[in-house]
């Protein structure tokens, strides 16, 4: 299937131009997003408001910037609905249990199952393609976590994808091997004429075992 130049081409492009893994930064940037704008639109609509209070508001990890967003009245609102809950549940003296999930959680893997089949299809010989996979394979490439997800979503993954990918993490574990072996007592010398970034590769396993800034794994 040809790959068009719409909004997933040129965020996934964008994307790639800077640290990291790209899906994480574009679900990052998402959520930020999408918080903003249901806190300024949806916080009147009674079917949102069902939902949110069902899931218990958002998860630990989206509910961490609430106090920067822009619209305190709709914070208070939609947190009160939250409190006269736990509040009730307090006086029962019963466990608080949410039944839903967090709507910021939803939107995350509803973002990710769409770039992962995006990136999927793109095996073709269109300049579309060629321009995509060039931006791509020029990036940090997909966290671990992602690659993972893409390979229980997509049937097929590009042979040039898999080959990247696997390429990196290969590469990121001989690194990492010969961090450890030279962090031995007695091979400082050798350690020292290490590159800078490899001197520090813990911190690039870290995030590439980690995954998506929003923490959210």
Known sequence: MAVDRHINFFELQKASEKPGCPLCRIISDRADRYIDNMLFEHVSDRGFRALYRAAGGFCDVHSRNLESFRDGLAVAILGRDILEDRIEAFKKNKPWKPKGKCPVCA?????????????????????????????????????????????????????????????KFEELLRKTETFIDLSAYGRQGEFSRL???????????????????????
């Open 107 to 167: 939107e995350r893997d509803r973002i990710e199952q769409e770039y992962l089949s995006f990136l999927a299809q793109s095996d073709g010989d269109s300049q579309d393609e060629r321009d995509l996979r060039a931006a791509f394979t020029a990036s940090d490439g997909l966290c671990a976590p992602h690659y993972g997800k893409m390979q229980e979503l997509c049937r097929k993954i590009p042979g040039w994808l898999r080959e990247f990918q696997e390429g």
């Open 195 to 217: 590159p800078e970034n490899d001197k520090v590769i813990w911190k690039e396993l870290a995030r590439t075992l980690r995954g998506r800034a929003d923490g959210g794994h």
